[in-house]
């Protein structure tokens, strides 16, 4: 039996982002499980602002058909996104509105979401850790048919929550991300094995 595949996104490009700082401690945890791990940056999958009219005109764009491949081929996709006005930033919706457009592409039909296994985390400078916008991520993906584990964790206080090794200091938050972990790749590996069973 292979590992399951997770797929690792910061939905923040900002330089110096708190979010991607967790995502690369949350890749570490990983690391010590049995996974195959992919991580991505968001950078690299640029799209336009989600039009209906654009789509009709230009059709679905490359990127996100790309992003839509890579969500279909792992087992398990971990969203790590900062907190904008109590919700969702831009990117991530933006990003989850273009990728839930593509059903199929040159190999065949596509589930970037439905049935497929997901987590969410998230890192603020506030003393919430941005998990106001975690419940309304929870609410989008759920509606495109995705399981989003309970297991979350949510930084508060993100610029003084690394050490110099860019680990997390608060052990409980430590511990709650380690059990996050455990839990989508036992959960992934369980997806995995019905696939190919």
């Not at 006005?85 to 509105?97: E, F, H, R």
């Not at 439905?114 to 987590?119: L, N």
Request: proline share 5%.
């Amino acid at each position: 039996m292979r590992y399951p595949r997770i797929l690792v996104i910061p939905c923040s490009n900002r330089s110096g982002s708190h979010n991607a700082r967790l995502a690369g401690a949350i890749v570490k945890v990983l690391t010590r499980l049995d996974c195959e791990i992919t991580r991505i940056t968001l950078r690299d999958y640029e799209l336009p602002l989600y039009d209906g009219d654009l789509e009709g005109r230009r059709g679905l764009p490359e990127n996100a058909q790309k992003l839509a491949r890579l969500f279909h081929e792992n087992d398990a996709v971990m969203l790590v996104t900062p907190e904008y006005n109590t919700s969702l930033p831009p990117l991530a919706k933006n990003t989850i509105d273009w990728t839930s457009c593509v059903k199929s592409d040159h190999a065949g039909e596509l589930q970037p979401f439905h049935g497929k296994v997901f987590a969410v985390s998230s890192a603020s400078t506030d003393v919430y850790g941005g998990v106001r916008g975690l419940n309304h991520l929870r609410a989008v993906l759920s509606s495109l048919g995705a399981l989003v584990i309970p297991e979350q964790v949510a930084v508060s206080h993100a610029a003084n929550a690394f050490d110099e090794s860019e680990a997390l200091k608060d052990a409980q938050t430590a511990d709650r991300m380690d059990a996050m972990c455990a839990s989508l790749v036992e959960r992934a590996a369980l997806l995995s094995a019905r696939m190919e069973g």
